[in-house]
């Protein structure tokens, strides 16, 4: 039987993670959470659906899975997920919720971060005017990583970034509120951390057994507020 | 009924076969390291092969039963006593109540599997009794003092079982994704060359040491996400094999990727012992 050709039509680049996974590398987080969201709606028989930084992760295929998976990503675009939002992505813009709307999270925060003074300084601002902008910003978690309910909360705008600590702390505690380039962040437990610390919160972000263990799984909505 | 454990050994957790579906979470997969020789565990006792099973690194392991219970421990080799009495590896061994079961220090390999007939019955997490000791997600790890339940004997067990056991061999890889982080003759040098297991080496990933697989680019990826028995290369191009707790997301690429048959083999090669890869 002669190979299959897969011809790119959309914006999805594919490269190999062995015989049960594919890569999908896209543009930004924004695509990589409307992809992930698509396949989650379509129901892609995947095992795992991944959603990164600028990639999904398709794992736990079947052999056959794979040459059909690899034909639909090839032909994928941000228009299969809801027209509303497809030109966001198109242009780079930050996605706001994705796919069925839950409620939009709201996190109460004490800003009494270590890092306020700096975050301020690399925003050009007083303390004031990164909680004013924090409190004000749409957030989205884009991807979960690095502990489990760990999300990733885009939204802000990329510059000013603010950079990590060159050395992370040895204990951030659980229910910190941090940044980190153009990423927000709640730590779920206490663990060492290399992110700016803006406050706190007592939400648990993090509960193994609740049915849905992550607070902020991909795609839900997030405002913060002033506990 | 209950195990009663009096000692521990370096690590023993609970396994099975793992949670799977939750890496867009940040949750690890987990399970059994040597899933061959945890799957034979369960069959010679009875058990089905989702059971949940004990996990025991390097040996030393100690438990007493309250009531009557078969028991199996396969995967590496040690020496296993019942009050004292020698008893046979692989096979299904009645542990009368009160007696006490001891698997002294492995001679090869490092992870020995103990079943029990009815399975490890500890509250499961998230679909699941494996321990992650990543983020440590699942039971705690066992201790002395801990009392494990144990569930109702499912059916007899299987004394004539004649397994054929994998055999040991170079790790079969295929390509991985960034390919074009590495010189043109990484995969070649990973596939020529013999690599020695690192001391660091755990439930996490296999550290390997040997020919650095030269990297064309510093630094690292955006975080993606990583599939069990890839191969990750950190910059000073020693690889690692990544295992069943490994992070679902990681910044270091991955040049290859093990199959995923050949995996039990890296729960069972201890420090200073040599891997070698092979094309799949």
């Given at each position: 039987m002669a190979p299959r050709a897969h011809r790119q039509t959309g914006p999805v680049h594919l490269r190999p993670f062995g015989p049960h996974a594919l890569l999908a590398e896209v543009a930004d987080a924004s695509a990589a959470l409307a992809l992930a969201t698509w396949a989650r709606t379509v129901g892609i028989a995947a095992g795992e659906v991944v959603p990164a930084a600028r990639t999904v992760l398709f794992d736990g295929l079947?052999?056959?899975?794979?040459?059909?998976?690899?034909?639909?990503?090839?032909?994928?675009?941000?228009?299969?997920?809801a027209p509303d939002i497809a030109p966001d992505i198109v242009a780079g813009r930050p996605v706001g919720p994705v796919g069925p709307v839950g409620p939009v999270v709201e996190v109460p925060v004490v800003y009494d971060g270590?890092?306020?003074?700096?975050?301020?300084?690399?925003?050009?601002?007083?303390?004031?005017?990164?909680?004013?902008?924090?409190?004000?910003?749409?957030?989205?978690?884009?991807?979960?990583?690095?502990?489990?309910?760990?999300?990733?909360?885009?939204?802000?705008?990329?510059?000013?970034?603010?950079?990590?600590?060159?050395?992370?702390?040895?204990?951030?505690?659980?229910?910190a509120v941090a940044l980190a380039g153009s990423w927000c962040g709640v730590y779920p437990t206490a663990s060492p951390g290399g992110w700016r610390l803006l406050g706190r919160t007592d939400v648990v972000l993090w509960d193994a057994t609740r049915t849905d263990p992550a607070l902020l799984p991909p795609g839900t909505r997030v405002r913060f507020v002033r506990a | 009924m209950s195990l009663h454990v009096l000692a521990s050994g370096t690590l023993t957790t609970v396994q099975d076969l793992g949670r799977p579906g939750l890496a867009h979470l940040g949750v690890p997969r987990a399970g059994a390291l040597d899933p061959p020789a945890a799957a034979l565990a369960n069959r010679l006792v009875g058990n089905d092969p989702d059971a949940a099973v004990l996990e025991v690194t390097l040996g030393g392991l100690v438990v007493t039963t309250d009531v009557g219970a078969w028991v199996a421990v396969t995967g590496a080799v040690c020496p296993i006593e019942v009050d004292g009495a020698p008893r046979g590896q692989a096979r299904p061994e009645w542990l009368a109540p009160g007696s006490r079961l001891r698997l002294g220090t492995t001679s090869s390999g490092v992870r020995s599997y103990l079943a029990v007939g009815g399975g490890i019955a500890v509250e499961p997490v998230l679909g699941s009794r494996a321990t992650d000791t990543l983020a440590w997600v699942g039971p705690p790890r066992v201790e002395p003092g801990t009392r494990l339940p144990v569930g109702p004997l499912v059916r007899r067990p299987a004394p004539h079982d004649t397994p054929r056991p994998p055999r040991a061999g170079a790790l079969r890889v295929h390509p991985g994704p960034r390919a074009d982080w590495f010189v043109p003759r990484a995969l070649t040098t990973l596939c020529g060359s013999t690599y020695e297991v690192g001391s660091a080496s755990n439930r996490i990933g296999l550290r390997l040491e040997g020919p650095a697989l030269e990297r064309v680019r510093d630094g690292e990826l955006p975080s993606e996400g990583l599939v069990l028995g890839a191969v990750q290369v950190p910059p000073d191009g020693q690889p690692v094999v990544l295992l069943a707790d490994h992070p679902p997301t990681g910044g270091y690429p991955v040049l290859a990727v093990v199959e995923e048959a050949d995996l039990w083999q890296c729960a069972q090669l201890r420090p200073g012992e040599t891997v070698r890869f092979t094309p799949a």
């Open positions: 079947a052999t056959a899975a794979v040459e059909d998976l690899r034909d639909r990503l090839l032909t994928w675009t941000p228009d299969a997920v270590a890092d306020l003074a700096y975050i301020a300084e690399q925003w050009g601002t007083d303390v004031e005017g990164v909680v004013a902008r924090h409190i004000g910003t749409a957030f989205t978690s884009a991807f979960c990583g690095f502990a489990p309910g760990f999300a990733y909360l885009a939204g802000l705008p990329s510059e000013p970034a603010v950079p990590r600590l060159d050395s992370p702390r040895a204990a951030v505690p659980a229910g | -």
